[in-house]
């Protein structure tokens, strides 16, 4: 069983605010966003996107790249991917096996055992 940590912890916190999500939703439909075009779409005032994307930053879930003067904030999928496989994999996993057994049961593939 792979062990918790402190990565864990900050990306479930990080992915808890909806304004965040919000953040990263904008992030997934155009990547490289400045923070000014960030803010353009968010309902709140630049010092607060500002931290919110601090979270998201220290949870590794926004990269910021420099482009001359521009600070370009993109997605980093890996730490959601980690949780996927972590909590929600194995449980599509049990999920998709009884849709299996119940599909070759009901075509009657068991020849009528279970």
Request: charged share 30%; with cysteine; hydrophobic share 35%.
């Amino acid at each position: 069983m792979p062990k918790e940590g402190k990565g864990t912890d900050l990306v479930f916190k990080a992915m808890a605010d909806p304004n965040r999500r919000k953040v990263l939703d904008l992030l997934f439909s155009k990547n490289g966003q400045t923070l000014g075009q960030l803010c353009e779409e968010l309902e709140m005032q630049r010092q607060s996107a500002t931290q919110h994307i601090e979270i998201l930053i220290n949870a590794n879930l926004i990269t910021v790249i420099w482009k001359g003067r521009e600070k370009l904030h993109f997605i980093n999928p890996v730490p959601i991917y980690e949780v996927y496989e972590r909590w929600v994999r194995k449980f599509e996993e049990n999920r998709l096996g009884f849709m299996h057994d119940l599909k070759k049961q009901l075509e009657g593939e068991n020849h009528g055992t279970t």
